[in-house]
């Protein structure tokens, strides 16, 4: 069977989705099949098998895959509806199946909810620079808006506080991308961005212009929040990274690209999503690992019904 009739069969041919997107799409749509859950609709009215109906999924919260994790997403949810500005797209996160939202908490929910297994996790992702894991957020800023750090309201998506082994406290933030292109317009430009940038010291002064447009802007930005975090001297220690699948090549080389602009690396890392699935199986035995991996990286199902 080729490719393009397996999209067809399950309901996820998109015309401008490129050769990973379509992959990752169908993907979300067999492990929704194969929890028999049904599928939600494009504006047009048509199915849609990367989708669950917005209603029963909220409801259900059955786009995440433990109750730890479904606990976060509740906890975060409410935070927002309480005033907490954080950004929380409900249809991305409840509905969509392929988003990077849902995906944030399904990778790091269950770390939320086990501090020791958090510890075990990041000492083995970033060794040397985690003692012991203290919290992890979603959807974190230390300030929306406020010009001591960006003057935007950039956010992390994921947030680990830690100490350190030589004392004192460190964080590592994260960016997670999934299916995503970076083909998105720049946000607007705020000087603050470049007298932090100054301030951090990591960037090519030739490189600034390609920083400030997609598809490096956003990391950027990101990184730069940050840098003006470290700078406050709250914190002795900080790390952004930036992390995607292997087979997302914009990802892939935007993530390269990007580190070609800093003289200094120290304060910037790329993760794969394969790598970070392969670190929580030598410290997970139950079936959210298991089911983390084959829902998001489990392309042999998809080779088996191309080669069936």
């Known amino acids: 069977m080729k490719l393009k009739e397996l999209l067809l069969q399950h309901d996820v041919a998109i015309g401008t ?89 399904n990778m790091f929910g269950e770390l939320q909810a086990d501090l020791d297994l958090a510890t075990g996790v990041c000492a083995e992702l970033w060794p040397g620079r985690v003692d012991e894991v203290t919290a992890v957020r979603f959807e974190h800023s230390p300030g929306r808006g406020d010009v001591a750090y960006t003057a935007d309201r950039s956010a992390f998506d994921v947030f680990i506080e830690h100490t350190l082994p030589s004392g004192g406290s460190g964080f590592i933030s994260i960016e997670v991308k999934y299916h995503e292109n970076l083909k998105v317009g720049a946000a607007e430009f705020r000087p603050r961005y470049e007298e932090v940038a ?69 304060s910037f890392d790329t993760l794969t999503l394969e790598r970070f699935v392969e670190v929580v199986q030598h410290h997970v035995r139950d079936g959210w690992a298991t089911d983390l991996r084959e829902r998001y990286l489990g392309w042999e199902q998809i080779d088996a019904l191309l080669s069936g």
């Open 17 to 105: 989705d490129n050769a990973f997107q379509q992959r990752a799409r169908l993907l979300q749509a067999l492990w929704r099949e194969g929890r028999r859950l049904p599928a939600g609709v494009r504006t047009s009215g048509a199915p849609l098998g990367s989708r669950l109906p917005l209603l029963s999924a909220k409801e259900g919260l059955s786009n995440f895959l433990t109750d730890n994790i479904r606990r976060a997403v509740r906890e975060c949810v409410a935070a927002k509806q309480a005033g907490s500005g954080q950004l929380i797209d409900e249809d991305r996160l409840y509905a969509n199946l392929l988003s990077s939202q849902p995906l944030c908490f």
């Open 198 to 266: 100054r301030d951090m010291g990591c960037f090519g002064e030739q490189h600034l212009p390609s920083l400030r447009r997609p598809p490096l802007e956003q990391i950027w930005r990101d990184h730069l929040l940050a840098g003006a975090m470290l700078a406050s001297g709250v914190w002795k220690s900080g790390l952004y990274v930036f992390l995607h699948p292997d087979g997302n090549v914009h990802c892939a080389r935007a993530a390269a690209t990007y580190a070609e602009c800093l003289t200094s690396r120290e």
